[in-house]
């Protein structure tokens, strides 16, 4: 094992001995976060799965939240939660792209319910989210979702993503000054804090390691916060060191929202993480992400963005390994699905695809991953389920 596995490892652990994992995974399951199936990629998609080399898209937009974003909120608040650190606040400050601010938007009410149904008490908290300008110019939807009751938005004259570089990090520097001088503000920090990469480590690593039955031998994610190839590949890794992980990063001034590219990621904690931990990082193109998107699309599933990105990596990684006459499993993700960015789409599919946005289309796909998401979440919190089991059982046997 390197030096950097170790290291992440062991503050994994110092957090782990924090949190009772069951009462957590319980949680998860209540609420509707995690667990969620695995998309094999068809063989007209991806022709080199009758060569031995599938390719697995975990459909995290079916979370309770919307989107991945569910699992790091879902951490950092049930930790915030248990350990006493809401105690004496009132607003959670929050620099985001908007979907961890919708996880944080949904998820906050419901975990008070759960505490409450147990007998704890929990404060009753508003929320500040600190996001870019540029979302009022060119995507006002995601606004008008996330604004009201109670939450408040802070603009800041920044590109799509909150990033750490000093030029372009004003909504992380703001969230990092309110919580110094306001003592009644308590900042969820995805960019900095190590819950993050936890909850990827902690669930959906496992998640993956046991739905793909340990056969799982390279694990694909992107360079957002870098908290699920992180800590979904420190997991994987710590489950089976020789999984390959492959950071992908989005080609400069992108349009692939939730990623950030090597300017805008110089200076970010994980990044350097990510650098260290994954075999290579392959850069995306917009082209080549919108065209995966549609692909997707195309096929009834309904990804956003990213999950164009994370598919188009995947397929050239299968595409290599065929080359070198080896055989794998490819895991990746669909981190959010394409609801709530019409504007977007209109705006950019002529200019990086060469035609016009299909509304229609958009509609269907969209009430397809709101169908599956309500039958997803409704199932987790009234069924039994056995990859919540397994989850349960491992974890179990590791602190035992």
Known sequence: ?????????????????????????????????????????????????????????????????????????????????????????????????????????????????????????????????????????????????????????????NGWCPTEQSDRGQEVAMVKEIEKYLPNYRAYHQHGDSLNLLAYSLQLAPEIFYQTSGTVTHYLSGTGTCGSLVGGGTGLKMLNQKVKVIGLIPQKDHVQLGLRSRNELRVSRFFSDAEKMCERLVEVSNVGSWSRMLELWEMGVPSGMTGGTYVHGSLEMAKELYANGEEGVIVTLIPDSCEDHENLYRRYFPGILGRAFNKDLFEELSAIAKKERDDHVYSLRNSSSQLFERIVEHWSKKQA
Do not use: W
């Not at 199936?37 to 937009?61: M, Q, S, V």
């Not at 606040?89 to 419901?110: Q, R």
């Not at 979702?145 to 109670?150: A, F, K, V, Y």
């Open 1 to 157: 094992m390197n030096e950097f596995a170790s290291t992440v490892e062991e503050e994994l652990a110092g957090l782990l001995n924090g949190l009772n994992i069951n009462e957590f995974l319980s949680c998860t399951k209540d609420l509707g976060v995690g667990f969620t199936p695995l998309l094999r990629l068809p063989e007209e998609k991806n022709p080199y799965d009758e060569k031995g080399i599938p390719i697995f898209i975990k459909k995290e937009y079916l979370n309770f939240g919307e989107s991945q974003k569910s699992r790091p909120f879902t951490v950092m608040h049930f930790y915030n939660i248990v350990s006493g650190g809401l105690e004496g606040k009132d607003t959670i400050a929050i620099a985001t792209s908007s979907k961890f601010g919708l996880a944080a938007k949904l998820i906050i009410p419901e975990m008070r319910r759960y505490f409450q149904q147990r007998g704890v008490e929990v404060p009753d908290v508003s929320l500040e989210l600190y996001m870019s300008r540029k979302f009022e110019e060119e995507d006002p939807h995601i606004l008008s979702r996330l604004r009201g009751d109670g939450t408040r938005i802070m603009e800041c004259s």
